[in-house]
Protein backbone atom coordinates (compact mmCIF):
# COMPACT_ATOMS: atom_id res chain seq x y z
CA UNK A 1 0.00 0.00 0.00
CA UNK A 2 1.51 3.24 -0.78
CA UNK A 3 1.43 5.99 1.85
CA UNK A 4 2.94 8.71 -0.12
CA UNK A 5 0.99 10.27 -2.82
CA UNK A 6 2.59 9.84 -6.31
CA UNK A 7 3.04 13.35 -7.11
CA UNK A 8 4.57 14.27 -3.56
CA UNK A 9 7.31 11.67 -3.50
CA UNK A 10 8.38 12.73 -7.19
CA UNK A 11 9.30 16.16 -5.13
CA UNK A 12 10.30 14.55 -2.36
CA UNK A 13 12.76 12.65 -4.28
CA UNK A 14 13.95 15.72 -6.56
CA UNK A 15 14.77 18.19 -3.63
CA UNK A 16 16.84 14.65 -1.93
CA UNK A 17 19.01 15.10 -5.01
CA UNK A 18 20.46 18.78 -3.91
CA UNK A 19 23.03 18.89 -1.77
CA UNK A 20 22.66 19.08 1.96
CA UNK A 21 19.57 18.10 1.64
CA UNK A 22 18.28 14.42 2.97
CA UNK A 23 15.35 12.40 2.92
CA UNK A 24 13.91 13.78 6.61
CA UNK A 25 14.44 17.42 5.14
CA UNK A 26 13.32 16.81 1.86
CA UNK A 27 9.96 15.30 3.19
CA UNK A 28 9.56 18.54 5.70
CA UNK A 29 9.91 20.90 2.76
CA UNK A 30 7.74 19.14 0.42
CA UNK A 31 5.18 19.36 2.96
CA UNK A 32 5.57 22.74 3.51
CA UNK A 33 5.37 23.39 -0.04
CA UNK A 34 2.22 21.22 0.13
CA UNK A 35 0.50 23.59 3.01
CA UNK A 36 1.24 26.66 1.28
CA UNK A 37 -1.36 28.12 -1.17
CA UNK A 38 -1.42 27.17 -4.61
CA UNK A 39 0.11 29.96 -5.57
CA UNK A 40 3.13 30.12 -3.93
CA UNK A 41 4.41 26.84 -5.35
CA UNK A 42 3.71 28.28 -8.77
CA UNK A 43 5.67 30.68 -8.39
CA UNK A 44 8.80 28.71 -6.77
CA UNK A 45 8.08 26.31 -10.42
CA UNK A 46 7.89 29.42 -12.29
CA UNK A 47 11.24 30.70 -10.83
CA UNK A 48 12.98 27.19 -11.20
CA UNK A 49 11.63 26.56 -14.82
CA UNK A 50 13.36 30.15 -15.95
CA UNK A 51 16.39 30.07 -14.01
CA UNK A 52 18.54 28.34 -16.71
CA UNK A 53 17.23 29.93 -19.63
CA UNK A 54 17.40 33.69 -17.42
CA UNK A 55 21.22 32.82 -16.04
CA UNK A 56 24.63 33.13 -18.04
CA UNK A 57 28.12 32.99 -17.07
CA UNK A 58 30.06 36.70 -17.34
CA UNK A 59 32.09 36.31 -19.98
CA UNK A 60 34.90 38.20 -18.20
CA UNK A 61 34.60 36.95 -14.54
CA UNK A 62 32.78 33.75 -15.11
CA UNK A 63 29.90 34.61 -12.42
CA UNK A 64 26.51 33.58 -12.88
CA UNK A 65 24.44 36.90 -14.39
CA UNK A 66 21.63 37.76 -16.09
CA UNK A 67 23.90 40.10 -18.15
CA UNK A 68 27.55 39.96 -20.57
CA UNK A 69 29.29 41.68 -18.95
CA UNK A 70 28.42 41.19 -14.56
CA UNK A 71 26.70 44.53 -13.25
CA UNK A 72 30.23 44.08 -11.01
CA UNK A 73 32.45 43.39 -14.49
CA UNK A 74 30.47 46.80 -15.86
CA UNK A 75 30.99 48.90 -13.09
CA UNK A 76 33.69 52.07 -13.83
CA UNK A 77 33.62 52.22 -9.91
CA UNK A 78 35.52 48.82 -9.69
CA UNK A 79 39.09 48.69 -9.61
CA UNK A 80 39.80 46.40 -12.74
CA UNK A 81 43.29 46.23 -12.11
CA UNK A 82 42.83 44.69 -8.77
CA UNK A 83 41.16 40.41 -9.45
CA UNK A 84 40.32 38.54 -6.13
CA UNK A 85 39.90 34.77 -7.99
CA UNK A 86 37.35 32.19 -5.80
CA UNK A 87 36.53 28.68 -6.43
CA UNK A 88 33.01 29.28 -6.61
CA UNK A 89 30.23 32.18 -7.50
CA UNK A 90 29.03 31.90 -3.67
CA UNK A 91 31.99 32.96 -2.54
CA UNK A 92 31.88 36.15 -4.32
CA UNK A 93 28.50 36.88 -2.61
CA UNK A 94 30.72 36.23 0.71
CA UNK A 95 33.27 38.38 -0.19
CA UNK A 96 30.49 41.09 -1.32
CA UNK A 97 28.53 41.26 1.88
CA UNK A 98 31.64 42.57 3.49
CA UNK A 99 31.35 45.79 1.80
CA UNK A 100 35.40 45.97 1.77
CA UNK A 101 36.46 44.56 -1.66
CA UNK A 102 36.04 47.19 -4.60
CA UNK A 103 37.98 45.31 -7.39
CA UNK A 104 36.90 42.49 -9.98
CA UNK A 105 36.95 38.71 -9.75
CA UNK A 106 37.73 35.68 -11.38
CA UNK A 107 35.81 32.72 -10.62
CA UNK A 108 37.60 29.12 -11.37
CA UNK A 109 34.19 27.15 -10.54
CA UNK A 110 35.94 24.11 -9.17
CA UNK A 111 39.19 23.61 -7.31
CA UNK A 112 42.35 20.96 -8.65
CA UNK A 113 41.60 17.70 -7.20
CA UNK A 114 43.49 15.05 -9.28
CA UNK A 115 41.32 11.93 -7.47
CA UNK A 116 38.14 12.95 -8.84
CA UNK A 117 39.87 13.97 -12.22
CA UNK A 118 40.06 18.07 -11.47
CA UNK A 119 42.88 19.55 -13.51
CA UNK A 120 43.79 22.83 -14.64
CA UNK A 121 41.89 22.25 -17.97
CA UNK A 122 38.49 21.31 -15.88
CA UNK A 123 38.39 25.01 -14.23
CA UNK A 124 38.89 28.73 -15.07
CA UNK A 125 42.90 28.58 -15.20
CA UNK A 126 43.54 29.65 -18.76
CA UNK A 127 40.61 32.24 -19.06
CA UNK A 128 42.55 33.58 -16.02
CA UNK A 129 46.47 33.50 -17.62
CA UNK A 130 44.45 35.58 -20.38
CA UNK A 131 42.90 38.09 -18.60
CA UNK A 132 46.90 38.31 -16.96
CA UNK A 133 48.45 38.33 -20.50
CA UNK A 134 46.21 41.40 -21.42
CA UNK A 135 48.30 43.73 -18.93
CA UNK A 136 45.43 45.66 -17.11
CA UNK A 137 45.85 43.48 -13.77
CA UNK A 138 48.63 44.70 -11.42
CA UNK A 139 47.55 42.30 -8.78
CA UNK A 140 45.91 38.76 -7.90
CA UNK A 141 43.94 38.29 -4.68
CA UNK A 142 44.06 34.65 -4.33
CA UNK A 143 41.23 33.60 -2.26
CA UNK A 144 40.32 29.77 -2.28
CA UNK A 145 39.60 28.23 1.01
CA UNK A 146 41.92 26.62 3.37
CA UNK A 147 41.15 22.70 2.27
CA UNK A 148 43.84 20.79 0.96
CA UNK A 149 42.52 21.02 -2.76
CA UNK A 150 41.78 24.66 -2.51
CA UNK A 151 45.65 25.45 -0.48
CA UNK A 152 46.47 22.93 -3.66
CA UNK A 153 44.87 25.37 -6.22
CA UNK A 154 46.41 28.59 -4.56
CA UNK A 155 49.77 26.99 -4.77
CA UNK A 156 49.43 26.10 -8.52
CA UNK A 157 47.85 29.22 -9.11
CA UNK A 158 51.25 31.53 -7.71
CA UNK A 159 53.03 28.69 -9.45
CA UNK A 160 51.56 29.64 -12.75
CA UNK A 161 51.62 33.58 -12.06
CA UNK A 162 55.10 34.09 -10.91
CA UNK A 163 57.32 35.50 -13.51
CA UNK A 164 55.11 37.96 -14.67
CA UNK A 165 54.63 41.57 -13.48
CA UNK A 166 51.26 41.10 -11.30
CA UNK A 167 51.44 41.07 -7.89
CA UNK A 168 50.18 37.95 -5.94
CA UNK A 169 48.86 38.23 -2.53
CA UNK A 170 46.53 35.55 -0.32
CA UNK A 171 43.91 35.92 1.32
CA UNK A 172 44.48 35.92 5.38
CA UNK A 173 43.52 32.95 7.61
CA UNK A 174 43.55 32.63 10.87
CA UNK A 175 41.03 33.25 14.30
CA UNK A 176 38.19 34.06 13.89
CA UNK A 177 36.35 37.10 15.35
CA UNK A 178 35.12 36.40 18.85
CA UNK A 179 37.04 33.54 19.57
CA UNK A 180 39.14 32.27 22.14
CA UNK A 181 42.28 31.84 21.50
CA UNK A 182 42.75 28.28 23.46
CA UNK A 183 40.11 27.18 21.81
CA UNK A 184 41.85 27.42 18.05
CA UNK A 185 42.75 24.24 16.45
CA UNK A 186 46.49 24.24 15.95
CA UNK A 187 46.61 24.78 11.83
CA UNK A 188 44.57 27.73 12.35
CA UNK A 189 46.61 28.90 14.95
CA UNK A 190 50.01 28.60 13.12
CA UNK A 191 48.15 29.99 9.68
CA UNK A 192 47.34 32.75 12.24
CA UNK A 193 50.51 33.44 13.08
CA UNK A 194 52.26 33.15 9.81
CA UNK A 195 49.74 35.39 8.40
CA UNK A 196 50.44 38.19 10.82
CA UNK A 197 49.87 41.91 9.97
CA UNK A 198 52.71 44.74 11.16
CA UNK A 199 50.20 47.52 13.62
CA UNK A 200 49.40 50.43 11.78
Do not use: W
Request: aromatic letters at 4%; one cysteine or more; charged letters at 20%.
Amino acid sequence: MQIIPPALERLMLALSELPGIGKKTAMRLALNILRRPPGMALELSSALAQLHGAIQLCSCCFTFSENDPCAICADPRRDGSLVCVVEQPGDLMAIEKTGIYHGHYHILHGVLSPIDGIGPKEIKVSELMARIKSGTIKEILIATSSTVPGEATASYLIDRIQGTKVQVTRLACGIPMGMDIKYADRHTLARAIESRNPVR
